[in-house]
């Protein structure tokens, strides 16, 4: 009878799954076609095949950890002569002169950019390693009149530093090609960094250290622990309790005011948990960086033998660090029992994860930088950003780029079933954005039903239907005509059914208020942030369009520039020539190139450096919605805009007041050869432009929206170490 009663639930829990999973697969499957016949409309098979072909070649990239690199090339061990080094590298070494000339030659041969010496404490060894190492030309030695433990040999080698930073470095490890170059551009990526640690590796590859999580209780943990390196909770720069001391970074001004490692945990054990205590209390943060990568024997040296030798001193020396934090440890510091994936975020104020189609790319597109933008106020406001491509690929550039920024990015296989992912996620999430209908239409059931507890935002980046609308009523095509108001029917379903929707201008959110009163929208436009310095009109000359043709108003306002409205321009000033940029050109606008006075560049890896060149940046789109991102980055360095009504719907800009505004070929010609010649207009809409950006587009106004929805958040929910 028991059973009978305990199976049918059973039984319908797992038809349940089943059902969602299938309606989850038929949904992608059905976006997939949809989106496919979109593009053939707009791109013709040849750009379908390659856009096709790019999403293919990113989903095979499958990143793995290489293996550390243990023989090194046979050489002497030489060290270039440094007057004022970047960073003052710290080997403190007792006895093992083995492992010391191991971790000489890596570092002689590691390739780094910046300047370093290398200043080798010897602890009063009892071997060889006096004479060993007074001959390495380079090699700054000291030794010891008496053994004084780890916590003295770092001080004292501190003390003989000359370099901007100060590099801890165990005798024991092996630094992997471009560990220190990794390791210090952690103090420019995120300059409210105190100290930083190294990845730290076992010799056979696993993972040894992703940075240390302390306890309430004093005790501590390597996050991490045996696994893989290229485990993508592992791979992102992220803050930690304490970073081993085996492989450390400060800046020396910072050491040297906190007084260096603390003489009562002499010998050794806890100095470097006690340091990063100290760093925080500084007001700073101790962060964890994966691409700087260290191979450590762990105890060749010490032992592992916690009741005897030097080691012991790591059970003694636990005692006297709680007692000097016994505060902050109750009242920041997860519980002893705590499971390591919940104790290493005890810092986060929320836990956010980001959905979109592909990871994002700031350099190419303006949606793109919004988003990094986004991410980066979520982060000031203490959130955890974790994000994922709906394609489940890593790019090597672009994920890269974002684990740096601290985001943690997951990809296949790491993944495996992305409901069971979901499933997995669900307690410690407490937001989910998702950028564009396409990409939420298929999740939206699979992720109410997987994340029962976390709110749901849909972030449009513009409202799709209207542009789509537009298309076809310029083009009069039935058929795309059709597919725009089965974007409209979806894009208002999911505005209806999420917590929160975000739009980037006030003219969309009208439209949507107007059909969904009930509906919670809120605006977070495109950020950017004004340049001090803009080069004078008199430096400059030719004008510009930018644009990704992936986006098919880009495509439709380069040959209308080209064909209708540059001729007329040429007619009268043969001297201006006109750049067209973008990648994934097809071949209509490849063609422009041909004409005399058309340049077409593709991407520009510098396209700042190009607009601080040319004297007009023109957005002449005749179909679209939203902000468009061409226009604010151009207006934030300083550059004038000639513009279509359409271009500029939603942003509060005024004809004659931060931009020019013209909708025909003749008059848009016209405006541009007015304001080339004008210096005193072109100064004026600069100026101007700028005030609008600080006005209406920059962090400040974003992170209004940010605070607000953060703000409507329920409070944490019960089970989450806070």
């Known amino acids: 009878m028991g059973d009978a009663n305990i199976r049918p639930p059973a039984r319908w829990r797992r038809l349940k799954g089943l059902g969602i999973w299938l309606g989850f697969e038929f949904r992608s499957r059905l976006s997939l076609i949809r989106r496919g016949l979109a593009s053939l409309r707009s791109r013709g098979w040849r750009g ?24 090194l090339a046979p050489g002497d061990i030489v060290f270039a002569a440094v007057d004022a080094p970047t960073a003052s590298i710290v080997v403190p070494a007792f006895n093992q002169i083995g492992f010391t000339l191991q971790c000489l030659s890596a570092l002689s041969q590691s390739a780094d950019r910046c300047s370093f010496e290398v200043i080798v404490v010897d602890d009063a060894s009892s071997d060889d390693t006096a004479d060993r190492l007074q001959a390495i030309r380079g090699l700054r030695y000291v030794r010891n009149s008496e053994n004084l433990g780890f916590v003295g040999s770092c001080n004292a080698g501190a003390a003989q530093a000359r370099g901007e930073y100060l590099v801890f470095l165990n005798n024991d490890t092996v630094a992997q090609p471009g560990w220190l170059d990794a390791l210090l551009a952690t103090f420019v990526r995120h300059p409210d960094t105190g100290l930083a640690g190294s990845q730290l590796v076992y010799p056979d590859g696993r993972l040894q250290e992703a940075g240390g999580i302390v306890f309430a209780d004093g005790s501590g943990w390597n996050y991490g622990r045996y696994q893989d390196p290229a485990d993508p909770r592992f791979g992102f720069v992220r803050e930690v309790d304490y970073c081993s001391g085996a492989a450390i970074a400060l800046s020396r001004a910072l050491f040297e005011s906190l007084g260096g490692f603390d003489p009562r945990y002499s010998p050794a054990y806890y100095e470097d948990v006690d340091l990063a205590m100290r760093v925080r209390e500084h007001g700073l943060k101790v962060r964890y960086q994966p691409a700087s990568v260290v191979v450590h024997f762990e105890g060749s ?11 012991a001193y790591q059970v003694s020396n636990q005692h006297k660090f709680v007692e000097r934090w016994r505060a902050v440890l109750e009242r920041r510091h997860a519980p002893a029992q705590t499971p390591a994936d919940r104790a290493i975020g005890h810092w986060r104020r929320r836990r956010v994860l980001w959905l979109d189609a592909v990871t994002p790319t700031p350099d190419r597109d303006a949606g793109s930088l919004r988003q990094i933008e986004i991410m980066a106020l979520l982060q000031a406001e203490g959130c955890e950003v974790c994000f994922l491509p709906q394609n489940l690929a890593y790019d090597p550039v672009y994920s890269r780029a974002l684990q740096q ?76 005509l059709r597919a725009a108001q089965q974007v409209r029917r979806d894009e208002l379903h999911l505005i209806a059914h999420c917590d929160c929707t975000w739009v980037v201008s006030p003219f969309e959110r009208e439209q949507l208020h107007a059909l969904l009163p009930d509906a919670r929208v809120e605006i977070l436009p495109t950020i950017h942030q004004t340049e001090d310095v803009v080069p004078a009109f008199e430096s400059r000359q030719d004008i510009v369009f930018v644009g990704s043709y992936r986006h098919p108003p880009n495509v439709d306002a380069a040959l209308w520039l080209g064909n209708e409205i540059y001729p007329r321009i040429r007619a009268i000033r043969r001297d201006i020539q006109l750049h067209l940029v973008g990648d994934y050109a097809p071949a209509a606008v490849s063609a422009l190139g041909e004409r005399d006075g058309i340049i077409v560049h593709g991407h520009v890896a510098d396209l700042d450096g190009l607009l601080d060149r040319t004297r007009i940046n023109l957005a002449p789109l005749r179909f679209g919605a939203g902000v468009k991102g061409k226009i604010s980055h151009s207006l934030a360095r300083g550059l004038p805009v000639v513009a279509t009504g359409c271009a500029v719907e939603g942003m509060h800009l005024r004809d004659g007041e931060q931009v020019l505004v013209a909708d025909d070929a003749d008059a848009f010609a016209q405006s541009v050869l007015r304001l080339y010649d004008d210096a005193a207009l072109w100064r004026e809409l600069s100026q101007r432009g700028q005030e609008h950006i600080r006005r209406h587009f920059s962090r400040e106004a974003a992170r209004e929206a940010i605070h607000s929805l953060l703000d409507s958040l329920p409070s944490q929910r019960a089970g989450k170490h806070s």
């Not at 379908?48 to 690199?69: E, F, I, M, Y």
Request: charged share 20%.
């Open 405 to 480: 920024a601290g985001v943690e990015v997951w990809w296949q296989p790491w993944i495996g079933s992305l409901p069971r992912w979901l499933w997995r996620q669900a307690e410690a999430v407490d937001l989910v954005i998702v950028s564009r209908h396409y990409v939420l239409t298929p999740l939206f059931q699979l992720l109410r039903s997987q994340m029962p507890n976390s709110r749901i935002l849909f972030d449009t980046v513009d409202l799709h239907y209207l542009r789509q609308l537009r298309e076809a009523e310029l083009s009069g095509d039935p058929a795309q």
């Open 48 to 71: 379908t095949w390659q856009h096709l072909r790019d999403r293919l070649d990113a989903a095979r990239s499958r990143p793995a950890a290489p293996p550390p690199k243990l023989q």
């Open 301 to 311: 040296t010490a032992g592992t033998d916690t009741t005897q030798g030097i080691k």
